[in-house]
Each structure stands twice: as C-alpha cells, then as structure tokens.
C-alpha cells in the first residue's frame, strides 16, 4: 500500500550527517546497526506520539528528549503526532499545552506536525481490507461480554458470535456502523487472530468501537473511531517512522503492532522498541491520578508547581536545560525502576548555579537596630550579580540603621557549632559591617521582636574588626526602609513517601499526600534590585535557594515568587 503521509521523508534525511558520540544505550546501537546495514536507506525518522488527554509530566519528558535527540544525533527528524482516537477524553487545550511543552524543552518538529485524525479515511480503508482478507469481523458482545469471552492468563478465550460470519455480511455491518445505524457498545470491529493465544492482546483485539461523541479536529464526520493499538502502528507505517520508541508498557503489545502493519501492507515497515519509562520518588507519574488531584482540588490545577507537570515544573521555574541533562544523566534502560528525586533536584541547582542572580532576601523577618549607626546615615553598597560573571555587572542596596534579618539566623540558646547571631555574639552582615548582639527585646508572649546591635566601622569589605577578632558567621539582611515586601511561596515534597502509589491499607495514593508541601510567606523582605525581576530570570536568594517570579500570579507591584529549590 503507497504511504500517503510524509512522502518526502526520505529526500529530507540526511543520512550521511556526522558521525554521533559513541553509543551509550541499546536505542543508540540498534541505530548504529541499523545505519550500517542501510536499512530504511539510513534514514531516521523516530516520533513523540501523546495522546491528547491531559497535560504532559516530566516522564514524558523523557520521551520527547530521547525521540528528538535521538533523530539530532543521527541526522534524522522527530515527528510531533497527536494520537488522538478517543474524543471523549481529548481537547484542543491539551493539544496546545502539549506543544508548548515541546517547545519550551527546546526542540522543533518543523513541518511535521500530524494528527492519528489525518488518517481516519486511511484507517477505515484499511480496515475494510482487512475485512476483505477474512482477517476482521464485526462482533456483537458488548463490553462486559467482551471481557467474559476474551478469558484470562489461565483461560483461553472464547470465540464470538460473529467470528464466522461472511466477508460480504461483515463488510454489510462495518459500512452501517460507521453510517451511525447502531449505538454505542451494540458492536464492535475486531481482528482476527488467536482467541487462545496466551499474549491477551493476540486475543481478536478490537479495531474499532462506536463513539457518537464530537472530536476535537473532526467534528460529527465520524461515529466509529479505531482504537490505539490499531492506528498507532498505521499512522506509523504511514509516517514512514524507523524506529517506533514507547515504554515498557507497550511491550505485549508489539507482537499486535507487527500483525497490524504486516497485514495492512505497508513498505518500510516501521519496527517497536521499549525502554523503561521515567519513576521519580515522592511523586506519581500516572494522568489518571494527576487528573484526579485537579478534579479534586487537592492542587490548584495542572500547572501547580508541586506537580509532576512540565506546565508545572516550568512555572516553578525549572530550566529546560536541567530537564535535558537530567533525561541525559539517568540513561536508557529496559528494566524499570525508581529514580530519586535529589538526581532532578541537582540537575536544577548545577544549572541554576550557573545563570542565577544573586540577591538578598529575609523570608522570616525580624528587625535589627544598630544603636551606634548615625540616625538619617545611608550608605550605598555594591554586589556582583553573579560572582562568577562580571559582565552581568552589579546590584545596588542600601545600608541603614535599622535592617531586617531572618529568624533563623539568631538563638538566644545556641548549640556550640551555631554560628549565626546570639546575645552577645559576632557576626558579619553580608557585604556590609560586622555586629554584635546587645540586647534582646521580646513581647509580653516571650516573642523576640528585636535584637540590638553595635556594628564595628572598620569591618566594611571584609576587613578584619578592630579587635582582630575573626568572625565565622555570615548572614543576610536588608534595609527596613529600603527593601519591599512580596509573597513567596516554599514548596516541599508533593507526598510524604518515596513510593506514593502504594497506599496504606484501605486507601489510595492520596492518603500520601503532603499537607505541608506548600507554605505561603506573605511578608517577606526583598532587596530593591529585585523590583526589576522579570520572568525569563532565576535569582539565588542568597542562604536560601533558588526562586523565580511565578508566571500566573505574580504582577507589578505585587510579586510573587515561587522557591524552585534550595540550596
């Protein structure tokens, strides 16, 4: 059968591109194997096929770095398709959101861009073929028969009623299902294969199924929709796809996605491989459940930055080239696993390290008095922006009497090892003076409410105090009259346990949640650079971690900035 879709894949390959980095997974050598045996004439053409169901998480992310990094490696190209065969659960929303994933990840299908919808003619058709070859029928169980018929891994299945009806009755039925004479779940199309196979999926797998449901891109034009299993190989095949890459999951499967585009004809037979999808601690990584934590408000939406999302990851403020080097880092496997969650964690703070702004902010302030600072004296003070990038200049803050410290950084009882700031005690005002603690003034509840200080004028720089002192503590600060306020927003793990989807007896993965992974901090103090934050920049609270203003909420004169991670 002659390949309607993607015709010019083959004058588009660059098959005589560089030569890649030495194979480092199995994906890579088949490739390589592949190539040298000229099989599909050196082409390489791998797709990222999501179904439009829902928002995409970072284990997709996986995927759509292996897929289009694979085809850069090997001088070939990635398709962008939506699988989108079940109009009850799709939407041209997620359809968007899905690409824009894409993009953000960094990486371009061009003009490949298809839709499983541009096929549906060409799958009908093939279908009918397959009818014609004795090698499909319509069958009249309905769902619940379905299941009883098809039996289980120690009973063989049973054949249907209409397994043996004639090429010309079925052909009559198939016609009339898609005319829309029959309702939903009054019948099926099924292939005809092996009901006593003992891979389920050989077991006369369905084709199609009745759906009088509206699509997204088709509209009404249709009332019988082909299932998964049956157009993603086509749409494959019709693609002129070389190496069809999906997760272990999909493993069973394959023996049915060989049947379907052997049968169906096509040149160039597209061929299935499986690596291990990504499994992250402390999160779960299953569309049924994040959509169950959206419906139920238990986040705020898909793009909460405590979700698994990439919408969410990137309104937390990840970087698209920590995603890539962490989808780098942890490999390609086929056996399945749990990756910790601190492997993605470092990825973030080894690349935000290396572009982060550096500011200063207190999240829990308290005041600090400086009794012999001259009342009215300011003074003009400078940082880098970055230590390690001159060119990005520098940042200007004021120094006054009265400044703001976090809490944290004093103890009226400290252990032996606290070298932050206690009565009586040194310590050094970042890129300011040193200053020693004199008295603490608390509320009628014992709340410390302000710590009184000297500060010593010589220790300006980094200079040495006038006693020869040396002092181990350094904490941040800012100035009471020339800081602003803002919210920021700590986010902690999204479930308490490293495996949320197995849940205590008699619950779901839910019962696993965190009631503490989000804290709002409404008061917080921030240095005056950081009025200018725009949201293309990631800034390093110094002490504290790495923030960036939240895209959705955060608006002039009234910012709002998300922790992506600490330090």
């Known amino acids: 059968m002659q390949n309607t879709a993607a015709k010019d894949s083959k004058n588009n390959q660059n098959s005589k591109s560089a030569n890649p980095a030495p194979a480092t997974n199995f994906l890579q050598q088949i490739i390589e194997q592949d190539r040298a045996a000229n099989k599909y004439g050196g082409r390489v053409v791998t797709r990222f096929p999501p179904e439009p169901n829902g928002y995409l998480h970072i284990g997709h992310s996986k995927s759509i770095c292996l897929n289009f990094g694979l085809a850069q490696e090997f001088g070939g190209k990635c398709h962008l398709r939506f699988d989108d065969t079940n109009p009850e659960t799709e939407d041209t929303e997620y359809v968007e959101s899905i690409m824009e994933d894409v993009r953000w990840l960094g990486f371009d299908w061009g003009k490949d861009l298809y839709y499983a919808s541009d096929y549906f003619e060409q799958l009908y058709q093939n279908a009918e073929e397959l009818i014609k070859a004795g090698k499909a029928y319509v069958c009249p169980l309905n769902e619940e028969q379905l299941r009883e018929y098809r039996g289980d891994f120690t009973t063989p299945g049973k054949d249907s009623p209409g397994r043996n009806r004639t090429v010309e009755e079925n052909l009559d039925l198939f016609r009339r299902m898609r005319a829309g004479e029959f309702e939903e779940g009054s019948c099926t199309l099924r292939a005809k294969i092996d009901m006593k196979s003992p891979n389920m999926n050989m077991r006369d797998p369905l084709l199609y199924r009745i759906k009088k449901v509206n699509h997204h891109r088709t509209g009404d034009k249709w009332c019988i929709y082909p299932m998964y299993d049956y157009a993603h190989p086509l749409s494959d095949a ?330």
């Open 238 to 567: 019709i693609e002129n796809i070389t190496h069809s890459i999906c997760t272990l999951e999909f493993q069973d499967h394959r023996p049915f996605y060989d049947w379907t585009v052997e049968n169906a004809k096509f040149e160039g037979e597209p061929h299935q491989y499986e690596f291990a999808r990504l499994n992250l601690s402390y999160l779960v990584m299953s569309k049924r459940k994040l959509l169950q934590m959206v419906k139920e408000g238990l986040v705020s939406g898909w793009d909460d930055p405590r979700m698994p999302t990439i919408s969410g990851i990137r309104r937390r403020g990840y970087t698209p080239a920590s995603i890539r080097n962490f989808a780098k880092r942890i490999g390609v496997a086929k056996a399945e696993s749990i990756i910790d969650i601190e492997i993605l964690e470092g990825c973030v703070k080894e690349d935000l390290d290396l572009v982060a702004h550096r500011a200063m902010a207190v999240l829990d302030p308290v005041k600090l008095v400086i009794e012999n600072y001259p009342d009215g004296k300011t003074e003009e003070l400078h940082a880098p922006v970055h230590p390690k990038k001159p060119e990005l200049g520098e940042r200007k803050f004021t120094f006054t009497k009265e400044v703001w410290i976090d809490r944290k950084d004093f103890m009226e009882n400290p252990p032996a090892d606290f070298h932050r700031l206690k009565p009586g005690g040194r310590v050094r005002l970042r890129n300011a003076y040193v200053v020693t603690c004199k008295e603490v003034i608390k509320d009628a509840h014992g709340h410390v409410t302000e710590l009184r200080c000297e500060y010593d004028p010589v220790t300006l720089g980094g200079k040495p105090t006038a006693d020869g002192v040396k002092v181990k503590g350094i904490i941040h600060w800012v100035s009471v009259t020339h800081s602003f306020e803002a919210e920021v927003r700590l986010y902690g793990r999204l479930f308490n346990v490293a495996n949320p989807d197995v849940a205590p007896e008699g619950k779901d993965f839910k019962a696993n949640l965190n009631p503490n992974s989000l804290t709002v901090l409404k008061n917080a103090k921030l240095e005056p650079s950081l009025k200018n934050a725009n949201l293309e920049t990631r800034y390093q609270f110094e002490r504290t971690g790495y923030f960036c203003l939240d895209s959705k909420d955060s608006k002039p004169g009234a910012l709002v900035f998300n922790m992506i991670v600490d330090l």
